[in-house]
């Protein structure tokens, strides 16, 4: 099962559903991680080849066109026509350099990657500058260096590119001394920009008060902010503040409702809660088979709950039946 890159904090509920359960948040981490690519550089593997492009509008991207759908051999086929026309197509030599990186429909190079980056960094492409950043920041295809991917990224940032800033965030507070203060900073530029993962972060800055002031509310605005654009770690703990009523209302029903959306996306700490919820009748109709099924899900990939194994021991033949078919049929989806 597939988990999104932010990070999960720890966060329990009390076991016995007859009490007033509570969701305790546990201390936060910040990790690098690289955000969403920009539109048109997020695919679905489809090993295909485009069907003629004659008919295609005039001023049309096919080459962009292409990748979007995956038909990354037309794709790579369509950027290197546009060079021959336009030595300095910087778009295109990104895309070239993204297909290359990811091995769609080529062998996968790095190295080669890379050269095709700096062009295009070289002709002032944020998105290029970006990935080259990123290339230097974890020595992907050139040697790493820390201050060469600083400079790009400040170079990205520069030019708007929400990822970027959001790095320049994450690297201030990965140093031996911490500039929580200027990853504030940075995290709400990115977040303004629509970077989610940077709004995640100035969430978590709000509540433990590290370079903004200590506020509650504004750290539930930001994962609100967050989860609304479905950021899953954002849907996990604007959830536990809903239930719990801090620096927001309290809702069980809509936090059960985000702990669905999060367990959906196969994220093991929401099938535990909602795996909670339905057994315990708060926020949802109590439902066991609904209960066990996200129970096992959890169970699966190492997310262990006695209590929740106490119940599943005690349900009868057809309901087991039940619970290990809805398993299959969400496997199966």
């Known amino acids: 099962m597939k988990q999104s890159s932010g990070v999960i904090l720890g966060l329990l509920l009390l076991c016995a559903p007859a009490q007033a359960q509570t969701l305790v948040p546990g201390g936060p981490s910040l990790i690098p991680v690289q955000p969403e690519l920009a539109p048109g550089l997020s695919p679905q593997y489809q090993p ?32 290197m026509k546009r060079l021959d026309t336009n030595r300095n197509d910087a778009a295109a030599m990104t895309l070239i350099g993204e297909i290359i990186k990811e091995g769609y429909s080529v062998k996968r190079d790095p190295a080669e990657a890379a050269h095709w980056y700096k062009l295009a960094a070289d002709r002032g492409d944020r998105q290029a500058t970006f990935a080259l950043a990123l290339a230097a920041l974890q020595g992907s295809g050139i040697p790493k260096d820390k201050a060469l991917a600083k400079t790009l990224f400040q170079k990205a940032a520069a030019a708007g590119h929400s990822g970027a800033l959001y790095n320049l965030g994450i690297m201030a507070i990965d140093n031996e001394i911490q500039d929580f203060k200027a990853a504030a900073d940075y995290f709400r530029r990115a977040a303004d920009a629509g970077n989610m993962d940077g709004a995640y972060s100035l969430a978590v800055l709000y509540r433990e008060g590290k370079g903004v002031p200590k506020d509650l509310t504004q750290s539930a605005e930001w994962l609100r ?3 609304a654009e479905r950021n899953v770690a954002a849907e996990v703990e604007y959830a536990i503040m809903l239930f719990n009523g801090e620096g927001v209302p309290k809702d069980e029903k ?56 106490g119940l599943l021991n005690g349900l009868g033949a057809q309901e087991k039946a039940a619970v290990e078919d809805a398993v299959r049929q969400y496997i199966g989806n």
Do not use: C
Not at 56 to 67: E, L, M, Q, R, S
Not at 276 to 305: C, F, P
């Open 254 to 309: 809509t936090a059960a409702r985000f702990f669905l959306r999060a367990a959906g996306r196969n994220n093991p700490v929401a099938m535990n809660r909602i795996a909670r919820l339905y057994a315990s009748g708060r926020g949802v109709d109590k439902n066991m088979v609904e209960a066990m099924k996200w129970h096992i899900l959890a169970r699966t990939v190492g997310l262990q709950d006695e209590w929740l194994d």
């Open 225 to 227: 902010r967050a989860a």
């Open 48 to 79: 295909k080849t485009l069907p003629t492009s004659a008919a295609a509008k005039p001023g049309a991207d096919i080459a962009f066109g292409a990748f979007q759908r995956g038909y990354y051999a037309t794709a790579m086929r369509e950027a």
